[in-house]
């Protein structure tokens, strides 16, 4: 059973556009969200985090956002830049438990040039 | 700040030999670390998560004699891979919390082994 869904596995966006990855969760116990960045053969890459206290939180050109009652999150990027390419997970977890992080299954971002 | 480890990046070992993989932490303390494995083009699926002084608690469906984790301080962690076989070769990643608080969790750059 996939807790956490990344239902688009791939995205091309213009370069200076924005780009919006989507992340859905069946867990109404999940209480902390971050968003990862992966390239191939390396760990991921922290990006931003929020708390289900909040509904967005921004950080220079990442913002995400939280829509609890419909247990979905989302990234948006902007503007987009090609080094921005690459594989973006979100996780979820919960505070009061083990803190261990359930991924979704990724979507590979394209900024194109 | 908050730099993890890993190695070695990448190994290449006979079927039916154990490997040894460390996780870091180098600058700061993890009471607790979790280890990953990524398949190609696939998720990162936790496989334990790693209690400095105390034993790990694994996953569902992962084997604890065959995926030995030691915790053995503060910024060190081990999976050792035992009797390995073909169908463990994998992209392994540890992430470690620090002890100092805080939910987040910071990625070593993972990993790579190659059973033969």
């Known amino acids: 059973d996939q807790q956490v869904k990344q239902n688009s596995p791939s995205l091309s966006v213009q370069e200076g556009r924005i780009s919006i990855l989507n992340c859905d969760y069946t867990n109404s116990m999940f209480d902390y969200f971050l968003w990862y960045k992966k390239y191939p053969a390396e760990g991921p890459t922290f990006l931003i985090s929020?708390?289900?206290?909040?509904d967005k939180n921004e950080d220079g050109r990442f913002t995400v956002f939280l829509n609890k009652s419909a247990k979905h999150l989302s990234l948006h990027i902007v503007p987009s830049q090609p080094g921005d390419s690459a594989v973006y997970f979100c996780?979820?977890?919960?505070?009061?438990?083990?803190?261990?992080?359930?991924f979704g299954t990724g979507t590979r971002l394209k900024v194109l040039a | 700040g908050a730099v993890v480890s890993q190695h070695p990046s990448w190994v290449i070992c006979k079927s039916g030999t154990s490997v040894k993989i460390e996780c870091r932490s180098l600058?700061?303390?993890?009471?607790?670390m979790f280890w990953y494995r990524q398949f190609p083009k696939q998720s990162l699926m936790l496989m334990a998560t790693?209690?400095?002084?105390?034993?790990?608690?694994?996953e569902q469906g992962v084997e604890k004699d065959k995926f030995l984790i030691n915790h053995a301080s503060l910024t060190l962690s081990t999976l050792t891979v035992t009797s390995a076989h073909p169908e463990d070769s994998s992209f392994y990643i540890c992430s470690a919390r620090q002890a100092s608080g805080g939910e987040t969790q910071y990625f070593g750059p993972g990993t790579r082994l190659l059973v033969l």
């Open positions: 929020i708390s289900s206290i909040k």
């Open positions: 996780a979820a977890s919960e505070r009061g438990g083990t803190y261990k992080y359930i």
């Open positions: 600058d700061f303390q993890a009471t607790t």
């Open positions: 790693s209690n400095e002084g105390s034993k790990a608690t694994y």
